[in-house]
Nanobody, 119 residues
Framework: QAQLVESGGGLVPPGGSLRLSCAAS????????IAWFRQAPGKEREEVSC????????HYADSVKGRFTIYRDSATKMAYLQMNILNPEDTGIYYC????????????WGPGTQVTVSS
């Protein structure tokens, strides 16, 4: 049974940093792309970043380019989203997802972790 569990969310002031973690199990991790989505109140769900299987390629939303970094570790079946220079518009629930490809509607989703950027 595929499972994704996020951690690392919390409250951070503007300009701060957070690192989100995603623990994966129950599917062939190396054969799946990992993407982070976020859902802010009153806004549509947005793909923040995606990394292809084995980390061959990464993609970022324009709103986070230069501030966020996605990476993965095959040995531990973990994925991460390093978020720097956070601003209030980054507030939302962040979901770790997995699918053979980077796509709009991934196959597997984690329950999400709340990120709040506020002073």
């Amino acid at each position: 049974q595929a499972q994704l569990v996020e951690s690392g969310g919390g409250l951070v002031p503007p300009g701060g940093s957070l690192r989100l973690s995603c623990a994966a199990s129950g599917f062939p991790f190396d054969n799946y792309a990992i993407a982070w989505f976020r859902q802010a109140p009153g806004k549509e769900r947005e793909e923040v970043s995606c990394i292809t299987h084995r980390g061959g390629s990464t993609h970022y939303a324009d709103s986070v380019k230069g501030r966020f970094t996605i990476y993965r570790d095959s040995a531990t079946k973990m994925a991460y989203l390093q978020m720097n220079i956070l601003n209030p518009e980054d507030t939302g629930i962040y979901y770790c997802t997995a699918d053979p490809y980077c796509r709009e509607d991934p196959r597997y989703w984690g329950p999400g972790t709340q990120v709040t950027v506020s002073s």
